[in-house]
């Protein structure tokens, strides 16, 4: 696509040469344009049309266009494609999109694809497949570029030219043993500045940043944060390199946890599917369930309401402050447990940690309710002249921005420790209990101040 061609305008182009048929520019495009636009661009297809057009797409980047499909388009091209078709695709596909593909597909047509893939491609698939989800085992690829110690580098070179086409990524090569036990790492630009005669085993580097195939897929990923990687090594529980994670998948992995983090903190189920390509049906079957337990702990705060109903009658003023209460009482702690669901996926903050969260949320709390309960108070004195009720509110504000910055700081932390995830105690449920919480503590103030 390009640089002055926006989506729209692209996509609008290529239809406009397919209804016209002019099929000879339409190839012509479609091999000039990056992977990821063509993919873009029959993911707009009806479905009659998108297996004519992956047809003609050129061999060479048929594989990376498919791996850049939505799995139901994915689906659609494969029902489509002859048998022979769908073998000549899947010896193009890397392992690592192969089981992407796999994982998203049902039972009757991974069959079939297996069946298609040649037997040692296909045993690697099914050894990938067996790897728990959320494990660096299940995003690692096969296609790494593995040399010798006793390599010179005028043959890494040569092994570079005659096999890295096949390889996922080149840039950077890991040096085993013949039985894989990894030894060292060296990147293409060290090759190319070395002397031909040099040993690739004098110039590799041995202090080895890896992973184990069982390390969550997000702590993999957080690895190429930390280290600016391009690629990591996976290895088993006997330090055999059995594949590599590079960093389009490691970015893969972040988007969709922040994604899932994100549906969870607006107490939504997570899905995979694109918004518009989910039904109504499903969108509400993602909210419904937790609308249902936020509606049932919301009826606290009603309960806690009509207990005090002799308050509201002796003094209706009351009843003015509820929403400011609560409101800044939520905003505290979803402010709270979103620093600390942060600090928590990028690795800053640990479970142990959790007493020093505490005597900074806490001391956090007290100037933010220092500043709101003074404003407060001059306020409520200035409008109404009533220093109790102005007493009241501010005690109310203090206590409530206190409670909330803690409960907000700590429960993420304890979700962790119990194998929940964090983002479920963020935002919604956070605000749901601090209002609880606020409602009660401004009553308790109120009735111990006021001759109720």
């Keep these: 696509m390009s640089e002055k061609m926006d989506e729209k305008l692209y996509i609008s182009h290529l239809n406009k040469l397919l209804k016209s048929r002019d099929y000879a520019s339409l190839l012509s495009e479609l091999r000039e344009d990056n992977e990821v636009d063509v993919a873009l661009f029959m993911e707009t297809l009806p479905d009659d049309e998108t297996a004519f057009v992956f047809r003609m797409l050129p061999k060479e980047i048929c594989a990376e266009v498919f791996a850049h499909l939505e799995p139901e388009t ?3 091209v494969v029902e489509a494609f002859t048998d022979e078709e769908t073998t000549q695709m899947l010896d193009q596909l890397f392992v690592d999109d192969a089981v992407d593909f796999l994982e998203e597909m049902p039972a009757n047509m991974v069959n079939r694809i297996l069946r298609l893939t040649n037997p040692d491609k296909r045993r690697i698939i099914n050894r990938y497949l067996q790897y728990p989800e959320d494990s660096a085992g299940s995003i690692m690829t096969a296609e790494y570029t593995r040399l010798k110690r006793d390599m010179t580098v005028s043959q890494a070179i040569t092994h570079l030219r005659t096999f890295g086409e096949d390889r996922e990524t080149i840039y950077t090569c890991y040096v085993t043993d013949d039985q894989r036990f990894l030894e060292g790492v060296i990147s293409v630009k060290t090759i190319l500045l070395a002397d031909d005669k040099d040993r690739i085993g004098d110039i590799m580097e041995t202090d080895i940043i890896s992973a184990n195939t069982s390390m969550d897929r997000e702590d993999v990923a957080r690895l190429f944060h930390k280290y600016d990687f391009l690629a990591i090594p996976i290895v088993d529980n006997e330090n055999r390199l059995v594949g590599i994670v590079t960093i389009d998948d490691a970015v893969d992995v972040l988007q969709e946890e922040t994604t899932e983090d994100f549906e969870k903190m607006a107490a939504i189920a997570p899905s995979e599917k694109p918004y518009l390509k989910t ?3 499903q969108h509400g079957m993602h909210r419904i369930t937790w609308l249902f337990i936020l509606m049932i702990s919301g009826m606290i705060n009603g309960l806690i309401l009509q207990k005090h109903e002799a308050a509201f009658i002796a ?7 509820i929403p400011m209460l609560t409101d800044t009482g939520g905003n505290v702690g979803s402010q709270s447990s979103t620093l600390m669901i942060r600090g928590m996926t990028l690795g800053e903050i640990k479970f142990g940690d959790i007493f020093r969260v505490i005597l900074k949320e806490s001391a956090t709390s007290l100037l933010m309710g220092l500043v709101l309960s003074a404003v407060n108070f001059v306020r409520v004195y200035l409008v109404y002249k009533d220093p109790i009720t102005a007493l009241i509110l501010a005690l109310a504000m203090m206590a409530t921005v206190f409670m909330a910055a803690v409960i ?20 919604t449920l956070i605000t749901t209990l601090v209002d609880a919480a606020a409602l009660a503590i401004y009553f308790a103030i109120a009735l111990a101040l006021l001759p109720i």
């Design 74 to 76: 994915q689906r659609r």
């Design 408 to 427: 907000g700081g700590v429960l993420p932390l304890i979700a962790k420790k119990l194998k929940i995830d964090p983002a479920i105690m963020a935002a």
């Design 315 to 321: 003094y209706p003023l009351l009843v003015s402050f």
């Design 279 to 281: 039904s109504f049906w």
